[in-house]
C-alpha cells in the first residue's frame, strides 16, 4: 500500500506472505528480546490479510463502524500526559499510565520502531490505520493481561494476541520462544498455551473504545472483557520469567541477569 499504489486506479494488490524473511526475522529477534524491530519485520512478512479482516470486523457493529469512522490515531492519545494524568488510581488508564513510566517506555518510540524498513504503517489507508490501531494498544493489553515486559511476558502476549488478530506474526514468535523453553525448570510453555487459550477466550478487544476503557476500574474491565488470571504465568518467580535464547545444558533457559 505504498502511496504510487493508493493514488492509482488499479486494485491493490492481494498481500503475500514471506516465510524466509520471517524466519530470519525471528532467528534475530530469539538472539536479542529487545530488538523490536523484527517483531514488526515478522509481522510485514506473515499478516497477509488478517489486519484486513479485522477492519471489517470492526466495521461489523455499530460501535466498531464509528470507531472506524472516526479514526483516531491512539498513538497521540497515549503521548498526551494530561491526559493520561487525568485517570485515578486503579483504573486502566491510571495502570497505563504507572506501567510506561516506570519502563521508561511510550507509544511514540513503538511507532518510530515500527516505521523502520519496507512497509506502509502510516499509509493514508483504512486497513494501514487498523494495523496502527493494533500496534498502539499492545501495552494496553500487557495491562489488561497482567503480563510484564519481561521475556516470558512478552511471549505470553504475542500468544494471546494471534487468536484476538489472527495474524500469523504472533504465531510463530510464540512457537520460537517455545522452541527456546522445553524441558526448562519452570512451566514456561504452559505459560504461553495458557496466553493463547485467555486470548482465544476473552472479548475481541479490538472492538473496544479505549478512551472510554481507560476510564474503567482495571478489575472491573478485566472481569467484563472476560480476561482471566494469568496464573501459570504467576507462578513463576519474576527472576525467572526474563527468559533468553541460549539455554542451559539442561535446556532450561537462563535469566537475562545470569
Known sequence: MTADVLTADRPIPAPRRDWGAALRALRRLLRNKEDTRQVF???????????????????????????AYERQEFAHRLMDDAWLDSFPDGTVGAAYRQFVRSQSISADGLAGVSREGAG?????????WMARRIRDVHDVWHILTGYGRDGLGEACLVAFSYPQTRSLGWALIALGAISRTRGG????????????????????????????????????????????????????????????????????????AA
Do not use: N
Not at 120 to 128: M, N
Open 185 to 256: 525448570r519452570y512451566p514456561y510453555v504452559r505459560a504461553i498455551w495458557q496466553g493463547y487459550q485467555r486470548g482465544k477466550k476473552a472479548k475481541w478487544l479490538l472492538a473496544e473504545d479505549y478512551e472510554a476503557l481507560f476510564a474503567e476500574p482495571l478489575d472491573q474491565a478485566r472481569q467484563r472483557l472476560g480476561i482471566t488470571p494469568p496464573t501459570v504465568y504467576d507462578s513463576i518467580p519474576p527472576e525467572a520469567r526474563d527468559i533468553v535464547a541460549s539455554p542451559t545444558s539442561e535446556g532450561a533457559p537462563l535469566p537475562a
Open 120 to 128: 506502509e504503517i502510516d499509509a493514508l489507508h483504512p486497513v494501514a
Open 41 to 67: 519485520e515478522i509481522m510485514r512478512a506473515l499478516t497477509g490479510d488478517s489486519t484486513g479482516q479485522c477492519y471489517r470486523r470492526l466495521c461489523s457493529t455499530a460501535r466498531g463502524g464509528r470507531i
